[in-house]
């Protein structure tokens, strides 16, 4: 599973951005909107980290941060600070502080998880854990349809409805295979891909599409876009098994990666 995070923020929008993407790779996102109330949440429920911006009501993140230090309750818990940082002197003044780290802003949605992956611990991992699968489809009731038939073989699914939102979640890193319709709005399955492969050329690409072989598919083909392509309507245990295969290609192309070791 992953881990519990407070985000202590009191602009909406940065909140709902930072959410969505913890959601999305699996962590649990805890809400607080101004200081006191963060340190309240924190004292509470004891979360693995706390985000906190530095500019908050009530009490501002230098007062959050020092308050937390000081309660033995929770001064392991490591503490970012979430700030533009716009002086010189300012990190300085972050980690004297007690932060034990920060995020710049604004916040960039492709780095933003793996920012934070060395202040967690590592979480005790479950079956299937370590297998992400990115849905990719415009079509709610089609991200519900493949969610219930691919879920069940224990990998952790997480879906996007625009290609943007799923260019944020390759970026991020920890995605193996993803499974993409071709027909979206804004940007097509193969520009999709395309983009994919350049953010983490060892991740699996398995396209969904109704269309006939056309020039788009074919030129994504060849150039390694597409790792595979499924037509639809589409049978459910050939898709499994694809998945799986998607799985096993993409763990030898990580390893392959790798630097030797000296």
């Known amino acids: 599973m992953g881990s519990r995070i407070l985000i202590i923020e009191d602009n909406p ?5 930072m959410a969505y993407l913890l959601s999305a790779f699996g962590h649990t996102p805890l809400s607080a909107f101004d200081g006191e109330a963060g340190v309240l949440m924190a004292q509470q429920e004891q979360p693995e980290l706390i985000l906190c911006d530095v500019h908050l009501p009530k009490l501002d993140g230098y007062g ?3 308050a937390l230090k000081a309660d033995p309750r929770v001064a392991a818990i490591p503490v ?20 034990d780290g920060y995020v710049a802003k604004p916040i960039e949605p492709e780095q933003f998880v793996s920012q934070l ?3 967690l611990a590592a979480p005790t991992p479950r079956a299937g ?6 849905i990719v489809d415009d079509d709610q009731f089609m991200l519900d349809l493949l969610r219930d038939i691919l879920e069940p073989e ?5 879906t996007a409805v625009t290609a943007a939102d799923a260019i944020a979640l390759v970026g991020a890193g920890g995605v193996q295979v993803i499974v993409c319709d071709q027909c979206m709005p804004l940007m ?3 520009a999709f891909f395309e983009r994919a492969r350049q953010l983490a050329p060892a991740c699996y690409r398995i396209m969904l599409t109704a269309m006939e072989a056309n ?3 074919r030129l994504a083909e060849e150039r390694g876009d597409i790792d595979r392509r499924i037509g639809k309507p589409f049978d459910g245990a050939a898709l499994r098994a694809a998945v799986a295969e998607g799985f096993r290609v993409q763990a030898v192309r990580a390893a392959s990666a790798q630097p030797a070791a000296k």
Request: aromatic share 6%.
């Open 13 to 17: 929008t940065n909140m709902e951005l």
């Open 64 to 66: 959050v941060v020092g």
């Open 80 to 99: 970012l600070a979430v700030t533009a940082l716009a002086m010189v002197g300012d990190r300085e003044r972050l980690l004297g502080a007690g932060f």
């Open 117 to 119: 992956e060395s202040f």
């Open 129 to 134: 854990a370590e297998k992400t699968l990115l």
């Open 154 to 158: 224990g990998y952790r699914v997480v």
């Open 188 to 190: 097509t399955g193969t």
């Open 215 to 217: 020039e788009p598919l």
